[in-house]
């Protein structure tokens, strides 16, 4: 469990460099569009809700699994039970990493750039989407990115 999660953050590390750059050239593209920016920050929100959902149940079943047994009684007549399994851990977690999953499939990056195409064709925001577009995402600062070339460390 625990050398799935390395391969999950190394996977990860990659990702999002791809997913920033992504947003990057997403904002750059639709700088002077300030509802455009408002919806790569709310997809933004969402996929980084998604990551820390899945993160959280992860460490969450981790901690089941390895939770360790009780003693019922004393002396010679004490009793050990074993703690719950890899089974029940999962169990537990299935549901909350599937909804994890869930907010990176609604809300990923082919999504975003779908939703952002056709609202600069002039059609109107889903409404699912624009109940979801809160002022917080339209306060942040709209930045101009400059692409600097980066090394990666080894």
Known sequence: MLSLGCLT?????????????FKQRLRNQ???????QALINLYG???GGGVSWITSSALAAL?????????????????QQEGPGVGEAL???IPFMGYGISKLVRF?????????????????LPAGVRCRLKPRFFD???????????????
């Open 91 to 93: 169990l537990v977690a």
């Open 9 to 21: 953050a190394t996977a990860q590390d990659s990702r999002d460099l791809a997913d920033a750059t």
């Open 63 to 79: 901690r089941i699994a390895t939770a360790g047994g009780s003693t019922i009684g004393s002396g010679p007549y004490a009793v």
């Open 140 to 154: 942040q600062p709209i930045i101009q990115y400059k692409t600097i070339p980066a090394v990666p460390a080894r």
């Open 108 to 124: 990923g990056n082919s999504n975003l750039e779908k939703t952002l195409t056709s609202y600069a064709a002039g059609q109107p």
């Open 30 to 36: 639709y700088l002077q569009n300030d509802t455009a």
């Open 45 to 47: 929100r969402r996929q």
